[in-house]
C-alpha cells in the first residue's frame, strides 16, 4: 500500500477596500501629527490556511488617491516633491514572510515600493478574526503597524524650520487595517 500525498489547500483572499483604511502619519513642524490615507488600495492573500506563514501577499496602492484632508497639501503631495503620481502611479508591498502565529500576534516581512525604490520593511501585525457576513461569505481581518523612513524611498523634499527642526519628519507610521474575502 502506497501513501498519497495530500495536495495543499489554496485559499484566496480579496482585500474588502469598504472596510479597510491604509493610513499614514507624520509630523508637521515638529509639533503635530498629521494624518492621511489612501481610497485606492488592492490586496489579495493566497495561501494554505494550515501553513499561513507560506501565504503569498500583495497590495497595490494607487498614489493618487491620497488624502489628508487638505487640497493644497494633497496635491502638493502628488506632485514630484514627494510621490510624484505621474510617474510612479502606485505602491506595491509583496510579502516575504511571516514571523510567529500567522494566526495570532506576529510579524509581517515584506517588500516595499516607493518611488521606483524597493526597500524590505517589517510590520507587527495581529490576527483579528474571522466571521460569516450576511451573505454567506467567510471574512478575515488584520491589522498591521509600522515605521518606515520617506528619505529612504527618495522622498526627501523639507524646508528647515527657523527655529530649528524641519517642517516634515523623516520618520512616517502606517497602520493598516484590512478585512478580507474568501473567493
Known amino acids: 500500500m502506497t501513501a498519497s500525498a495530500t495536495a495543499p489547500e489554496t485559499t484566496t483572499w480579496q482585500l474588502d477596500p469598504v472596510h479597510s483604511s491604509v493610513e499614514f502619519a507624520v509630523k508637521h ?3 503635530v501629527t498629521v494624518r492621511g490615507s489612501f481610497a485606492g488600495v488592492e490586496a489579495s492573500i493566497v495561501g494554505d490556511e494550515s501553513k499561513p506563514a507560506g501565504a503569498t ?22 506632485s514630484a516633491d514627494f510621490f510624484d503620481v505621474e510617474k510612479y502611479p502606485s505602491i506595491t508591498f509583496v510579502g516575504k514572510r511571516i514571523v510567529g502565529d500567522g494566526f495570532g500576534e506576529f510579524q509581517f516581512v ?9 526597500k524590505q520593511i ?20 488584520f491589522s498591521a503597524k509600522g515605521k518606515i523612513r520617506r528619505s529612504e524611498f527618495g522622498l526627501t ?9 524641519v517642517a516634515v519628519s523623516d520618520e512616517v507610521k502606517i497602520s493598516v487595517d484590512a478585512q478580507f474575502v474568501r473567493k
Do not use: C, S, Y
Open 29 to 31: 513642524l515638529m509639533i
Open 57 to 78: 501577499v500583495t497590495v497595490k496602492v494607487d498614489t493618487a488617491t491620497i488624502t489628508t484632508k487638505n487640497d493644497q497639501r494633497d496635491t502638493h503631495l502628488r
Open 110 to 118: 515584506g517588500d516595499l515600493t516607493i518611488r521606483g525604490v524597493t
Open 122 to 141: 517589517t510590520l507587527d501585525a495581529a490576527f483579528e478574526g474571522r466571521a460569516k457576513d450576511p451573505w454567506g461569505g467567510t471574512r478575515i481581518g
Open 157 to 165: 523634499w523639507n524646508q528647515v524650520l527657523e527655529a530649528g527642526g
